[in-house]
């Protein structure tokens, strides 16, 4: 495929605000999960949560959309100067030229919990939401997408992308049908989603939760660590003699196996894995820094591994990063996009945090330590519920 010019991108995390942020994070392996101190009842387990989101107002034209996860938006579209890249995308394509597409998986479903935990009864006598949540746009899948577009001003075609953990790297390759079909000539992509009772609980009930920080890729893992996030990249179309980070193959792949279980042979994310390559036209030599979806569950870990065994060389170096951030679930493709734009950027290649024994049955380029190279190609691999699968190459121009 044709590759995209990345001309701005950033995220927010449990590690901070920002490109900086993440960045000192992962250098001297700081992580950011922190006992559970979400809602009036917290469940014994570790949270990657993002400070300081209660206190985030948004400006009063956009007060429509006021609740934790369109915060956290706001938030995460105010660092590294990702405004102004809007701002000068444009101007330069018009507003109806450039895509917005996001990802999350639950949105902004945090407020309408708490408007059904304060129904009031209306003058029917038949229970209503309290009149500062009686917002319809916040009580939907795609209030995310909705308030992006009108915080940027871009009026073109608006998608929010729900594929559950897979949900913001899908956005990548929605983004790239859209220029390559010729309908807008670059996009906004991302994905926001913000802790909340039906995930915290969600989760919980799957067996899924571990009761302390998560270990992917360990012998002993028991479960994964839950967290929030933010992040966008700006895409565009590259032309002949730019430089600079780009977008140069997505797979995406669907298991159909089973709700929550991927396939037991990895068949949809080697697929996925196969197809990106293939789409950036590169061999799995030649990608230098893999980020694993890496849960830290038993299942999903033994899967990808032995998947990321069969397919690339034992030198490639692969980890995990939810050590550091937790599973931000819709919001993990964009921030460990980020994290392998980050490899590519500065030569820093994270390993995994909390993790001590390797497991055998995962293969050898599992690396729990940090790395120091230069490498021209970078993989994201991001699989959710349901076997929606997406894997990305990234690279230097």
């Known amino acids: 495929m044709p590759a995209l010019a990345i001309t701005a991108h950033t995220a927010t995390t449990a590690l901070g605000r920002g490109l900086a942020a993440q960045v000192e994070a992962l250098r001297h392996r700081r992580g950011g999960l922190r006992p559970n101190d979400f809602g009036p009842d917290p469940l014994p387990a570790w949270i990657g949560r993002v400070d300081g989101l209660e206190d985030e107002a948004l400006p009063s034209e956009l007060a429509d959309w006021d609740c934790r996860n369109n915060r956290l938006a706001w938030m995460a579209l105010q660092q590294d100067g990702l405004m102004d890249a809007v701002a ?69 075609p608006c998608v929010t992308v729900a594929t559950a953990c897979s949900s913001s790297a899908k956005v990548f390759a929605q983004a790239a049908r859209l220029v390559q079909a010729g309908l807008v000539d670059a996009a906004l992509v991302g994905g926001v989603d913000t802790l909340c009772g039906s995930v915290l609980f969600g989760f919980n009930s799957l067996g899924l939760v571990s009761a302390q920080p998560c270990r992917p890729f360990d012998r002993d893992r028991d479960g994964l660590s839950l967290g929030e996030a933010g992040g966008f990249a700006l895409l565009e179309r590259a032309t002949d003699g730019d430089g600079g980070l780009q977008l140069c193959g997505y797979g995406e792949s669907s298991d159909a196996h089973h709700m929550s279980a991927p396939h037991p042979e990895g068949l949809g994310a080697t697929l996925a894995m196969r197809d990106a390559l293939a789409r950036a036209g590169i061999a799995p030599a030649d990608v230098g820094y893999l980020n694993l979806h890496g849960t830290s569950t038993p299942a999903n870990d033994a899967v990808e591994g032995a998947a990321v065994a069969a397919l690339f060389p034992a030198t490639l170096h692969a980890s995990s990063t939810k050590g550091w951030t937790g599973h931000t679930l819709g919001a993990a493709g964009i921030v460990e996009s980020v994290f392998a734009l980050i490899a590519l950027e500065h030569g820093l290649l994270p390993g995994i945090l909390h993790s001590e024994t390797p497991d055998p049955a995962c293969g050898p380029q599992i690396r729990f330590d940090n790395a120091d190279a230069d490498i021209r190609y970078a993989m994201n691999n991001s699989f959710g519920f349901g076997g929606n699968n997406a894997s990305l190459v990234f690279g230097r121009a």
């Open 88 to 156: 000068r995308v444009r101007e330069r394509h018009g507003a109806e030229r450039v895509a917005v597409v996001i990802g999350t998986s639950t949105s902004s479903i945090g407020a309408s919990e708490e408007a059904y935990s304060r129904l009031e009864p209306g003058a029917d006598g038949d229970p209503r939401f309290p009149a500062d949540l009686a917002r319809p746009i916040v009580h939907t899948p795609h209030s995310l997408g909705d308030f992006v577009q009108a915080a940027t001003g871009l009026r073109g």
